[in-house]
Nanobody, 125 residues
């Protein structure tokens, strides 16, 4: 089982960058599909980005072109580079993981059994 720990949340200026990182414990990180979800106050949790065990990526339309998910298997870490931030990006961001033998990308909340504790990102205008 991979245990994920989110980090890097902070206050950011609109238009600026921020990088979230997620360190996963366990020896089999390379066999995990990983992803990021977010939940704004009063709204439902939504998919942000995902990366397959092989490194293929998919981003939601709301962040495409601004956010980039990546992984470093040697460091058991997945990243979310966020650029051109807007106030609407303010939310709690969750790192998620799923052990899998297939090359697919997963985008549903129920696809992932492993969730981090969440990290608050606040974008000021």
């Amino acid at each position: 089982q991979v245990r994920v720990a989110d980090s890097g949340g902070k206050l950011a200026q609109a238009g600026g960058p921020l990088r979230l990182s997620c360190a996963a414990s366990g020896r089999t990180f390379s066999t995990y599909a990983m992803g990021w979800f977010r939940q704004a106050l009063g709204k439902e949790r939504e998919f942000v980005a995902a990366i397959s065990r092989g490194g293929n990526t998919y981003h939601s339309e709301s962040v495409k072109g601004r956010f980039t998910i990546s992984r470093d298997n040697a460091k058991n870490t997945v990243y979310l580079q966020m650029n051109s931030l807007i106030p609407e990006d303010t939310a709690v961001y969750y790192c998620v993981g799923k052990e899998t033998r297939d090359p697919y990308i997963y985008t549903g909340t129920t696809d992932y059994p492993d969730w981090g504790q969440g990290t608050q990102v606040t974008v000021s205008s």
